[in-house]
């Protein structure tokens, strides 16, 4: 296993923290001129998601964590997990629901995402920043309104839930941020 | 072709530092104080526990030695007022490995003066003279701030820095959500002032204006003289503007035996922590038993200040090219 001294910390890098796997969002080495160096971190924590911020006497150093990013096709749910396949290797993973299904609410079958696995075990997932789904629920539009001015909850098919503008109406498709879960507009087809 | 050809600051910033550079040599030419060079080579450096240096093979036939990139060029100044230089300065290269950040750039560009007969207070004057005069044009500074580092300490922190309490300062760390303080700190006074200082108390000093706080804790005296009134305390100052430490200096140990005796015990913390061995300047403790003449001594980051000057967010906006384009 590899060790990173507080030096080589870099935004991305993935490393072991009491105990969990985290990614380095920031590092800032701050030393008074005669005194002793520390590294201020800003750390996530990829199974919690959470950020902290911890400091390091400079020269301290973690263990790397086994955590890679692999694009993977969404496959199915079978209630308790989702399924996910690597398309060159037909290597199947499963993740427990209550761990991804946030970022699943976003995901139709066959299509591609991210898994996060950290020793070979998925952490996470993510989904492609903008996707395209069908609404399958809404109240009727208001003819005329393009303003998008307060909008509306739109139901769509995998079964999230985005606020839409009062045109928008049941069975067009439209386009969603899946990082802020935010509306961007219609697509034709 | 490679893409990072170019300097990482922009030609004004060049611009800016030449203007800085003349100004600094009017402003100590009309008081009288000699420009002075001094090497950056040397066969001994700085004891600071805490700074790492850079070393080099000297192909000196038939044998080989090693030279010290100079961290400071305090030494071979003291040596020269020493013998009898009055008052000097010096715009320098310093060097310190290991050193690379937002405000950190392992050789950057330093003012050092001197001022013979100089105290403290007659020092701290002439430091604020000097940036007023250098942000003329840049900057609308706000009167000069000077504060005790006690006052400071308690200021922001509520703690008492003279005197070491390790409940007291673990039960801040605790409360402010930094657990790992206890780890890294343990029972060391200095390493708990460091942390809290660079943590919770620099970014608040020098809000528009320039902030010097002097009297640091004895634990934190490096070569200042130690006050003669409270012996909890050393007759050192450090200046910041905006959050930003620009500098440090001293009423200066004049004291041979003392100077061996700190050169001594910084060698042996030195040894404990694993750090690389270091060699002790016998030139600077001859020069000093010779008599080095009462004096006060600062040393400025001239980087630092362009980045005070500028509201520049890094170290790489005012250098041309930063170590990982030299």
């Known amino acids: 296993m590899a060790i990173y001294s507080t030096n080589e910390f870099k935004a991305g890098l993935k490393v072991m923290l009491d105990n969990d796997p985290c990614a380095i969002i920031e590092n800032e080495f701050v030393k008074p001129g005669k005194g002793q160096a520390f590294n201020r971190v800003k750390i996530r924590n990829l199974k919690t998601g959470r950020v902290i911020e911890r400091t390091f006497k400079s020269g301290e150093s973690l263990d790397s964590a086994d955590v890679i990013d692999v694009g993977m096709q969404y496959l199915y749910s079978d209630g308790e997990f989702r399924h996910f396949m690597v398309p060159d290797t037909f290597e199947q993973y499963q993740c427990d629901e209550k761990l991804v299904g946030d970022a699943c609410k976003w995901l139709k079958d066959q299509d591609n995402c991210t898994v996060t696995l950290w020793n070979d075990a998925p952490l996470s997932v993510t989904p492609i920043n903008f996707v395209e789904l069908a609404i399958v629920e809404t109240d009727p539009g208001v003819r005329g309104d393009t303003s998008g001015g307060g909008g509306k909850p739109a139901k769509l098919e995998t079964g999230a839930v985005v606020r839409v503008p009062l045109f928008v109406q049941q069975g067009e498709v439209i386009k969603v941020d899946t990082r802020t879960g935010e509306y961007i507009s219609r697509v034709k087809e | 072709m490679l893409k990072d050809w170019q300097p990482t600051c922009a030609i004004d910033i060049l611009r800016l530092r030449a203007q800085v550079f003349n100004s600094i040599r009017d402003f100590f030419s009309a008081r009288a104080v000699l420009e002075v060079e001094t090497p950056l080579l040397g066969h001994a450096c700085g004891t600071d526990p805490q700074l790492d240096f850079f070393t080099t093979d000297y192909i000196a036939h038939p044998q080989r030695d090693k030279l010290f990139l100079q961290t400071s060029p305090e030494f071979a100044m003291k040596r020269l007022l020493a013998a009898g230089s009055g008052s000097i300065y010096q715009i320098c290269k310093a060097f310190r490995n290991g050193e690379s950040g937002r405000f950190h750039n392992p050789e950057f560009t330093m003012l050092e003066w001197y001022r013979v007969g100089f105290t403290l207070t007659e020092l701290m004057d002439e430091i604020s003279e000097l940036i007023e005069t250098l942000s003329q044009g840049y900057l609308s500074l706000d009167a000069t701030q000077r504060f005790t580092y006690q006052d400071v300490f308690q200021r922001y922190t509520g703690l008492n820095s003279l005197t070491f309490s390790y409940v007291d300062y673990s039960t801040f760390a605790l409360a402010n959500g930094q657990s790992e303080a206890l780890a890294i700190c343990g029972y060391e006074h200095g390493l708990w002032l460091d942390f809290i200082f660079s943590h919770y108390i620099q970014s608040h000093l020098g809000e528009n204006a320039v902030c010097m706080v002097y009297g640091y804790p004895v634990c934190q005296s490096s070569l200042a003289r130690i006050n003669p009134l409270n ?44 750090r690389p061995g270091t060699v002790k300047d016998k030139h600077l403790i001859a020069a000093m038993e010779h008599g080095l003449p009462e004096c006060s001594g600062m040393a400025i980051g001239l980087d630092r200040l362009i980045m005070a000057l500028t509201g520049s967010l890094s170290i790489n906006d005012v250098l041309g090219f930063p170590v990982h384009r030299a």
């Open chain 2, 231 to 274: 012996p909890l305390i050393t007759d050192r100052i450090e200046v910041f503007i905006n959050g930003i430490e620009l500098g440090n200096g001293y009423y200066e140990l004049t004291d041979a035996r003392e100077q061996n005796k700190r050169f001594d015990e910084e060698i042996a913390v030195r040894l404990q922590n694993n």
